[in-house]
């Protein structure tokens, strides 16, 4: 059966991270999966303009076919 041991730390600006106290023997294999914690407050957002205003400049004017990219 394997041991599973959860612990929280932060990357440092040269991206290493240190961890110590680890509850294994010395020279036992093991294995080092990292997961970054979920924020609500992430900046890449997977939809990034949901709950943006959303604006419509005249949504009811006919459209000139010089405009439309995929006729050229």
């Known amino acids: 059966m394997q041991n ?3 612990t929280r730390g932060r990357i440092t600006k ?6 110590s106290g680890l509850p294994f023997h010395a020279g036992e294999q093991v294995e080092i999966i990292v997961l970054g914690e ?3 407050h992430r900046t890449d957002r997977r939809y990034p303009l949901r709950g943006e205003p959303l604006r419509y ?3 009811f004017s006919p459209v000139d ?4 990219q995929a006729l050229q």
């Open 14 to 19: 040269d991206g290493t991270l240190t961890l």
């Open 38 to 40: 979920i924020s609500e």
């Open 4 to 6: 599973a041991y959860r």
């Open 65 to 68: 076919e010089a405009d439309w």
């Open 57 to 59: 400049d005249d949504p």
